[in-house]
């Protein structure tokens, strides 16, 4: 399944500055897409941790994190190449693996980073990632009577924008 999406760019709620809402880097895509920068710049490790609710200003509040589906990308400080997560990055010639961890109920978020030869934790150095990237997709379901649908269609009525 391929999926297009078609966005303006307006920021998020609040005072907008020249990077985004009070100059932080957040935009609000469309009614149900958002995207949020992080800098990491200073992060070296193995384990890169975050809460969505907490450590971002994305507009969303902890009892809606279950009606959002996350994507999650880190871009490289000195080439800067954008990698998804999960996904393989190639580090000072080491081949790792990216991974996550996260829990819909406290918007915890854990990116992992893994050696692909021997499956062992990777110590990120310093600078190395200059951004996290979240995008925020909120997916609703809709539920449409079908005969009350068909008996507009027989009277003529354009549902193609049906909202009940």
């Known amino acids: 399944m391929v999926l297009f999406l078609i966005v303006g760019f307006t920021a998020c709620s609040g005072k907008s500055g020249v990077h985004g809402v009070n100059d932080l880097p957040c935009w609000n895509l469309n009614a149900n897409l958002q995207r949020y920068d992080i800098d990491i710049s200073g992060f070296n490790g193995s384990l890169l941790r975050y809460n969505l609710i907490d450590d971002t200003h994305l507009n969303i509040a902890k009892p809606e994190l279950s009606n959002y589906s996350f ?17 393989k990055i190639t580090i000072n010639n080491t081949q790792i693996y990216t991974n996550f961890l996260y829990s819909e109920d406290s918007g915890n978020l854990v990116i992992c980073f893994y ?27 809709k539920v449409y009577n079908i005969s009350t649908i068909r008996a507009l269609e027989t009277t003529g009525a354009d549902t193609d924008d049906y909202q009940p």
Do not use: M
């Open 115 to 141: 050696k692909i030869s021997d499956d062992s934790l990777f110590q990120v150095p310093a600078g190395f990632f200059e951004t996290l990237r979240i995008v925020a997709i909120e997916s609703t379901t």
């Open 71 to 87: 994507f999650f990308y880190l871009r490289n400080d000195p080439t800067n190449n954008i990698s998804q997560v999960p996904g």
